[in-house]
């Protein structure tokens, strides 16, 4: 291949750049920045034709919109924030277990009688009829603010958009609320701020983003389902574990049948032995019914890599750019 056939769109900096160089790594993509971290250009060991773009976490939302990017790793907070209507112009193709953070809506501590948004309505009525000015909401997240209050009924506020330090807006005097991202509200409460009990507007994690705009050549998608089948394995093996054991007794077609019931995948069973795939949180589950059936022990294998001749990630992008294609058919005709 002459050039780059396929771009994959990663964070230039930061906890989330580590974290997407980790998870690449594990999922058998090593990504190698030839000329140091100065270089915004990368590329993946052993897929020649993949080519690594290095931006900001904005300019990753925008570059999948437009289609300058094939794929991307961004959090659903910038796709939902920079995008409308994220679900008509990306795919969000698999959560990748880290950049877990959550956009909530968190007001002073000293506000004992605020539990709710119901009660933001009250508030902000009270601030209209005693201070005559609107509640200030202090925000990097404009169009979800605003999304998120409409759907509770609330209108009489004013956003203040935030630029630095939304958690220190409160006690700076610059706004009355806030709406922010947090990982574990430690910032939140050394601020005095407490989180509001539905005030949850969003859960994000990292995921990997597909764009539904990029040119999706043959030679394109065959490289993005060689990435994909490496991604899915990689996830299959981080969210199952292997059950190995040796029965008192063959397996029968009824412990069988219990056993997928349970969500358990039958890798294979030999003189005895019986090796399942499972998840994660139903290992205690199976083991013991795998020792209520007369197995002496149990072992418990997590696999570096779970490959399948399924193709759920491929699959799915390939779903989601003909149902685009139908769509942009539909309105030209």
Avoid: C
């Amino acid at each position: 291949m002459s050039g780059p056939v396929l771009t994959i769109g990663l964070p230039s900096k930061g906890r989330l750049q580590e974290n997407a160089f980790a998870f690449f790594a594990r999922a058998g993509l090593p990504i190698v920045q030839p000329r140091g971290a100065r270089d915004y250009r990368g590329s993946v060991t052993g897929m020649p034709g993949v080519e690594i773009a290095f931006l900001s976490a904005s300019e990753i939302a925008g570059e999948l919109a437009r289609g300058g990017v094939h794929f991307g790793v961004t959090g659903a907070d910038l796709l939902h924030e920079s995008l409308a209507e994220p679900e008509t112009r990306v795919e969000m193709l698999a959560p990748l277990g880290f950049g877990h953070a959550n956009v909530v809506v968190a007001v002073p501590e000293a506000w004992i009688d605020v539990h709710a948004m119901a009660d933001i309505e009250e508030v902000a009525a009270d601030f209209r009829q005693r201070q005559a000015r609107r509640l200030r909401v202090a925000t990097k997240y404009v169009n979800l603010t605003r999304r998120f209050f409409k759907a509770h009924g609330i209108s009489d506020y004013r956003i203040v958009e935030s630029l630095g330090a939304t958690e220190g807006a409160p006690a700076a005097g610059t706004a009355d609320i806030i709406v922010d991202i947090t990982t574990t509200g430690t910032t939140l409460a050394a601020n005095a701020l407490k989180v509001l009990a539905d005030g949850t507007m969003l859960k994000s994690e990292a995921h990997l983003v597909a764009s539904l705009a990029a040119p999706w050549s043959a030679p394109a998608r065959e490289l993005a389902r060689q990435v994909l089948a490496r991604i899915h394995a990689e996830e299959e093996a981080r969210t199952k574990r292997e059950l190995r054991a040796r029965l008192a007794a063959p397996p029968d077609a009824a412990l069988e049948a219990a056993l997928e019931a349970e969500g358990a995948e039958i890798l294979g069973r030999e003189a005895g032995m019986l090796s399942l795939l499972v998840a994660r949180e139903r290992v205690a589950v199976l083991a013991d019914r795998l020792v209520a059936h007369g197995a002496r022990r149990v072992l418990v294998v997590a696999p570096d890599y779970a490959f399948s001749a399924d193709a759920p990630l491929h699959d799915r992008l390939v779903a989601a750019l003909e149902s685009r294609g139908a769509a942009l058919l539909a309105r030209s005709a």
